[in-house]
């Protein structure tokens, strides 16, 4: 009964539709990081030093820097996700979208900014390009409160919804397709709602 209801934690996202359960998969089972690959700056560290789930949420302590990535590499998709820090007002961490090999801190991807002050911003990360970037400043919600995000990819462009609000677009992003990354860069956060339709 309770691993049943810790996997509807992650296919139930504030405010949207029941239909959207029916095309947006989950991530992340609510029990354990089943189907990702921890990646870390420190190569002692372990995966459960770092990141853990339970409740639903995964939560990352931050340290050391790395990212947890998808085993399986994506293209044309929307992501929608949660996320918040618990008490970092100069939190920093982010989505890495497209990552390339080598696994490295920081690989080649698309990064979407989760950064407090500029939480949306997008730009490209080593050898991964794209024809413009975004800058965003002070779109996200005070520390302790959830903030929604949703990452529309088609086919090089790239679309940030925070918050309800469409904060910015990059087109020509290349690569365009791979795994997807969350961030451990300093600070705790947390994520929950991690769902992916594909296009």
């Known amino acids: 009964m309770l691993v049943a209801f810790l996997a509807t934690l992650c296919l139930i996202a504030r405010g949207w539709a029941d239909d959207d359960k029916d095309e947006f998969q989950p991530l992340c089972d609510g029990k354990s990081l089943k189907g990702w690959e921890f990646i870390s700056a420190d190569a002692n560290a372990k995966l459960e030093d770092t990141w853990t789930v339970a409740d639903g949420v995964i939560r990352c302590l931050g340290k050391p820097?790395?990212?947890?990535?998808?085993?399986?590499?994506?293209?044309?998709?929307?992501?929608?996700?949660?996320?918040?820090?618990?008490?970092?007002?100069?939190?920093?961490?982010?989505?890495?979208?497209?990552?390339?090999?080598?696994?490295?801190?920081?690989?080649?991807?698309?990064?979407?900014?989760?950064?407090?002050?500029?939480?949306?911003?997008?730009?490209?990360?080593?050898?991964?390009?794209?024809?413009?970037?975004?800058?965003?400043?002070d779109k996200a919600k005070p520390v302790g409160e959830w903030n929604t995000l949703e990452l529309t990819c088609m086919d090089g462009k790239i679309t940030v919804v925070l918050n309800d609000e469409k904060v910015g677009e990059v087109t020509g992003a290349t690569p365009d397709k791979g795994p997807i990354a969350l961030q451990s860069e300093g600070a705790e956060i947390q994520f929950r709602n991690v769902l992916l339709k594909k296009l």
Request: overall charge negative; hydrophobic content about 35%; aromatic content about 10%.
């Open 65 to 137: 820097n790395g990212y947890l990535r998808t085993s399986d590499e994506f293209r044309n998709y929307v992501l929608k996700l949660d996320w918040r820090y618990p008490d970092a007002k100069d939190g920093n961490s982010g989505i890495l979208l497209h990552c390339q090999k080598p696994d490295k801190v920081w690989p080649s991807s698309i990064q979407v900014q989760l950064h407090n002050p500029e939480a949306g911003s997008i730009y490209a990360l080593g050898d991964s390009k794209a024809d413009n970037g975004v800058m965003v400043a």
